[in-house]
């Protein structure tokens, strides 16, 4: 058997985090080779208690995924789930073939707490009842896909991965192996996961299908590119236009410039900026109005820095987006009538770690602005703010005992509000 750190840093986000963020060393796995083909095994396996205080008088906020309590409930929950990253396991096998590197790598993510899809649509008994007997939890396929390099040409990636802008934001985000903000009033939420920093100070990196091409590294540049399925819009609050299957003449567009400096055993850190681009197609208008912008241009940006010495390590991201959205790509993105939305926001970060174990300290926020066709003063998310507090101690080599406190808040137009705390217990095992 052998340890194949290469393969771990391309296939596994979570122990990418780990080794980068927590202390943990180079990420390592369960490899065999022979034959000169590497086959390997890695993942993580993840469970959290989380108490969460719901607003017991909840302004109306459409687009808050905050825990809102019904009338007469308590307005407190408890929940075990997986956290902000669902359980995984990634298989990769590598060859070299005339010379080339050659890679495919396969990662899935299930959950640990019953769900129907995030959408009521699942097998589980009494759909969209949330947590019932004879459950079963969601299997999330984040990654499909096969890469191809050398040292002199770079590396071309085909299939399904994460998407660039806004991964270096997530992977170094310390809810990451956690919790952060828990979200909602019972386990059940998109693919079982909670929000950690997404939506509240960065957007999720959602993976694709995409053919994307990487230079090597020059001192430490490199530059990506690459084109993916283009996306439709979803107005999942009605208060905004959205596309369903529509088709589109060209294919989204992401880029990354990315620089590495320093050693491990010094001063080291990144800086990166991406860019997307995409062309909309809308089909659907919002409730009661008339589509005027049938075809609005999505715009992308965001640049994340990380600085670390001797323990101590600082994160910084900022993003801004015309059609982007909130939480993830073109998600509320345009107005009723169709015209693109601005959001922005970004979140800094700090962490020190001892020994065995990290404290870290989060805060983030995002914007979405309303514009020509959105009512003013209206229901529509305005902001969402967030801090969290996080201790994460390494009880062995492969697992880390977290516990966090988040407080976090939704803001509408019109200026009500719902606010929400929650703390959070919790075991991450890596493989």
Same mark, same amino acid.
């Given at each position: ?35 000169? &083909? !590497? ?5 993580? /396996? ?9 607003? +017991? ?28 990253? $669902? ?5 990769? *096998? ?9 890679? /495919? ?31 079963? $939890?969601?299997?999330? &396929? ?9 040292? =002199?040409?770079?590396?071309?990636? *085909? ?10 934001? &997530? ?9 952060? *903000?828990?979200? *909602?009033?019972?386990?059940?939420? $998109? ?24 230079? $090597? ?27 369903? #299957? ?44 008339? %589509? ?15 600085? #670390? ?12 987006? =015309? ?18 939305? /601005? ?21 983030? &926020? ?8 959105? #009512? ?9 703010? +967030? ?13 880390? %005992? ?8 939704? +803001?509408?137009?019109?200026? #009500? !509000? ?14």
């Amino acid at each position: 058997m052998t340890s194949n750190t290469r393969i771990l840093a391309r296939g596994s986000a979570a122990l990418m985090f780990l080794g980068a963020s927590l202390g943990s060393g180079a990420a390592q796995a369960f490899a065999v080779e022979t034959g000169g &083909i !590497t086959f390997s095994v890695s993942g993580n /396996v993840n469970t959290n208690y989380t108490f969460t205080n719901c607003d +017991k008088n909840p302004g109306v906020v459409a687009g808050s995924l905050l825990c809102a309590a019904p009338a007469g409930a308590s307005g407190k929950a408890s929940s075990l789930n997986s956290g902000n990253l $669902p359980n995984g396991i990634v298989l990769g *096998v590598k060859t070299q073939v005339s010379g080339v590197d050659t890679a /495919v790598f396969y990662g899935f993510y299930p959950g640990v707490a019953n769900n129907d899809f995030a959408f009521g649509n699942g097998p589980n008994l009494g759909s969209g009842a949330g947590n019932v007997a004879l459950g079963s $939890p969601n299997l999330d &396929i984040r990654q499909v896909y096969a890469t191809f390099s050398t040292a =002199e040409l770079g590396t071309l990636k *085909v299939g399904r991965d994460y998407s660039m802008l806004g991964f270096d934001a &997530i992977v170094n985000d310390i809810t990451l192996i956690a919790v952060g *903000v828990a979200s *909602v009033r019972t386990a059940t939420s $998109p693919a079982n996961t909670t929000l950690g920093t997404i939506g509240f100070g960065h957007l999720f990196s959602t993976p694709n299908a995409g053919i994307t091409y990487t230079t $090597p590294s020059f001192s430490g540049l490199t530059v990506s590119a690459g084109i993916y399925q283009p996306l439709d819009a979803i107005a999942l609050t009605g208060i905004g236009a959205g596309s369903t #299957a529509s088709a589109k003449p060209a294919p989204q567009i992401q880029g990354q410039v990315k620089y590495k400096f320093g050693a491990t055993t010094g001063l080291n850190g990144f800086v990166s900026a991406d860019g997307l681009y995409q062309k909309q197609e809308l089909t659907v208008a919002g409730a009661g109005a008339t %589509l005027t912008d049938r075809n609005p241009v999505a715009l992308g940006f965001d640049v994340t820095s990380k600085v #670390a010495y001797a323990g101590a390590a600082l994160v910084g991201h900022y993003y801004y987006g =015309e059609g982007l959205g909130a939480y993830s790509y073109f998600i509320e993105g345009f107005s009723p009538t169709g015209k693109a939305r /601005v959001s922005q926001g970004g979140y800094i970060q700090a962490t020190y770690t001892y020994a065995k174990t990290t404290l870290g300290a989060n805060y983030g &926020i995002s914007r979405l602005n309303t514009t020509d066709g959105d #009512a003013d003063g209206g229901d529509l998310l305005k902001a969402n703010s +967030k801090y969290t507090i996080g201790l994460y101690h390494k009880l062995l080599d492969n697992l880390t %005992l977290t516990t966090e406190y988040t407080d976090a808040k939704s +803001k509408a137009n019109s200026g #009500a !509000t719902i606010n929400t705390s929650n703390y959070n217990v919790g075991f991450f095992i890596s493989f």
